[in-house]
């Protein structure tokens, strides 16, 4: 199925790597014009080069999604440069994995303000644009620990069900506006962050042997999902939070195995007690 967004012009947060960077490199293959947000600097020039070589236009600000004064002249610049916006994916987010009792308040406040207060802000200020011109699809980016819990991800998990609220009320006030708003819930994804944060024994053992199509996903697996809620073939879906888990939630949620992705095991290591890469 081609999922031809021809004429889109498309923001992307969190676009310099992950799912984000898959999003939009997909996304200006399929004739989307991309404007990627994303705090890191050098990730972001590296993510344009790449999407430039394929002849797309793409043009970017580099802030931090939480900053809501900067979003109304970044979108003024898009707007200007590629056109009226029409498409969203908001993918940034930032995880640092500790238990709840031994959880400082600087690191909830900072998974809180980029997960949940970022991905409100950013998606009330290209809402308000797509509201005045009755058209628009969005997609946010939750989690399958938007579904259930996950030991030494209380904060995490707490953003992530915030996600998927704000996006099924989100879909209920503007779907008569014409706007789409809908979610993904990506399950494990083979990710550098992913590998660096956890033991490879971990991910192999607890992990993959936990989802039933046995293996993680990809960033690209995790992006043409929401190129097909962004695209016309998604027309009538809203409100939606669709799990890309390879089968993880099919299952039961239990202390030691299913869905709970043995992170109790991973307390009992001490691995969510130190210090942890972003």
Known sequence: MQLDLSGRVLVVTGGGSGIGLAVARLASQQGASVAIVDANLEATKAAVEKIER????????????????????ALDKFERTLGPIDALVACAGISRPEPAELMSDAIWDSVVGVNLTGAFRTVR???RRMIERRRGAIVTIASTDGIGGHAGR???????????????????EWGRHGIRVNSVAPGPVDTALLRTNLPPDHVAEAMIDRVPLGRCSTAEEQALVCLFLLSDAASYVNGAVIPVDGGLTAGFFTRWSG???????????????RPTQD
């Open 54 to 73: 394929t002849g797309a236009r793409c043009c970017t600000e580099v802030f931090d999604v939480q900053d809501a004064s900067k979003w109304e002249l």
């Open 154 to 172: 209380s904060h995490y998990c707490a953003t992530k069900h915030g996600v998927v609220g704000l996006t099924q009320s989100c879909a209920i």
């Open 259 to 273: 869905a709970d992705l043995g992170s109790n095991a991973l307390l009992e290591r001490g691995v969510y007690a």
């Open 125 to 127: 200020a290209v809402g």
